[in-house]
């Protein structure tokens, strides 16, 4: 195991493997130094954590939750790349929020990633982010993260 999973182990958390594509693209593309993830789904053993609309039948606490698991799909398409030690920093996290049109919680549910990150990574897990509403995501997901890290 490597430290980065360790401290995972230590929150009770662990890398899944990486979350099958549903549709025609890769989970993560490695160009020079930096690692892209595609979007990952609140994937858990194949299956959707939850689905709908946060505001409408998701709370802002399950979406968080399903936010801390697609950041840990986003983690095992990183690792798909390169050893999880290997990353240096967390640039640039892109959490979009299939949310009702009145709720404004989006910064909220993306913390959800950015302290599991925090938490995993220390000072190299703080990054940049967006929190975006949207309307809908694949599968009706409420929630879905893509990860851009540097890597050695």
């Known amino acids: ?13 662990g890398v899944p493997d990486v979350a099958k594509p549903v549709a025609a693209y890769v989970p993560a593309v490695r ?6 993830t595609a979007g990952q789904l609140p994937m858990r ?37 390169v050893p ?5 920093r967390i640039v640039k996290v892109v ?6 049109p009145d709720f404004t919680g989006q910064p909220g549910v993306a913390n959800g990633v950015s302290e599991l990150l925090g938490e995993v990574f220390g000072e190299a897990g703080r990054h940049a982010r967006s929190a975006v509403g949207v309307p809908v995501l694949p599968l009706d997901a409420p929630v879905e993260v893509e990860l851009v890290v540097e890597v050695r």
């Open 1 to 13: 195991m490597s430290d980065v999973e360790d401290r995972l182990a230590e929150l009770g958390l």
């Open 31 to 36: 160009s020079g130094n930096h690692v892209f």
């Open 45 to 81: 053993e194949g299956q959707l954590l939850a689905s709908g609309k946060v505001g409408g039948s998701i709370t802002p606490e399950q979406a968080v939750e399903c936010a801390r698991q697609c950041a840990l799909n986003a983690l095992a398409a990183v690792r798909a790349e």
């Open 84 to 88: 999880l030690d290997d990353v240096s």
């Open 95 to 100: 959490v979009f929020v299939a949310s009702t």
